[in-house]
């Protein structure tokens, strides 16, 4: 099964005026509301009239052409939620929607986690970054801190936070609020990047998106059956540190690095979590043109 994640993202600086061009663009997309069928992750969205969904070739279409984000990042979009009404070309939010098919995630660790260490090491991972991103010809970023701490929801069996960030180029300062859900079988998630003005308003668009997704009978988390099912490599200290990096960290097979989330963790892990932070950098800043 492909990857599925929902990321939820703010639109801070696009063009006031949007192009002609734009326009078409928007005007060919076919938003959808009432209940929306994940199917790989045997899960649903039960979308009123205050949404908007837009299935996979209009999310690249919003993803690429409006919000000018490298085309791998729709690689794996099954849609987009909006609220219903809003143009993407303006300032809003969507929900991107994928799957990680991971396994079961245990729950066990999620209140003994140093999170207060785990941010010291991220915020080292960025600075170790910046000299790529300079190269590249893009802003340095900072991790200034969480703007909420990783919470575990016992009943709701859902893991959020959310990090502060200063873009060097860019003013207010960033906001990357995270929600995943967990199931039997992996974890839907809800990336947010918006800015730090828009922390509450994110907030509860994320809680209100996740309170109206449910997965199957039989897929739940509570569903899981030891011994049977597959469990995933990490708990949900792991959830937390990896972040949208996890699929990452399979690819170049740093998985192992994994077992270390009851210990420090290693700067290798979180750079490839942290480095997550340039695919929606055009949300904040432009790439610095040549001279």
Do not use: C
Request: aromatic residues 8%.
């Amino acid at each position: 099964m492909r990857p599925i994640w929902i990321a939820l993202i703010a639109v801070s600086v696009l063009p006031a005026n949007p192009l002609p061009a734009q326009a078409e663009t928007v005007d060919a997309l076919s938003p959808q509301s009432g209940a929306i069928v994940l199917t790989e992750a045997q899960a649903q969205i039960g979308l009123s009239d205050d949404y908007s969904f837009y299935g996979p070739e209009d999310a690249r279409t919003i993803l690429v052409e409006i919000w000018e984000n490298p085309p791998s990042q729709a690689e794996n979009a099954l849609g987009i939620v909006m609220p219903a009404g809003d143009d993407p070309r303006q300032q809003s939010w969507g929900a991107i929607i994928t799957w990680e098919p991971i396994g079961w995630v245990d729950s066990d660790d999620a209140r003994n986690t140093d999170y207060a260490g785990l941010m010291v090491q991220m915020q080292s991972a960025a600075r170790a970054l910046n000299a790529q991103r300079r190269a590249e010809g893009y802003p340095e970023v900072q991790v200034l801190g969480w703007a909420q701490e990783p919470r575990y929801d016992s009943v709701a069996h859902t893991v959020s936070w959310a990090r502060e960030l200063h873009f060097f180029d860019d003013e207010p300062n960033a906001l990357h609020y995270d929600m995943r859900l967990l199931g039997r079988r992996g974890v839907l998630s809800m990336n947010i990047v918006g800015t730090m003005d828009q922390l509450a308003q994110i907030r509860a668009g994320a809680a209100d998106l996740a309170g109206r997704t449910e997965f199957d009978s039989g897929a739940r988390y509570e569903d899981f059956e030891a011994g049977r099912d597959d469990v995933a490599a990490y708990g949900v200290a792991g959830v937390v540190a990896t972040g949208v990096g996890v699929a990452v960290a399979k690819n170049v097979g740093a998985m192992a690095l994994l077992g270390k989330l009851l210990q420090p963790l290693g700067i290798a892990l979180l750079v490839l979590g942290t480095a997550m932070l340039t695919p929606l950098r055009r949300l904040f800043s432009r790439k610095k043109p040549d001279n």
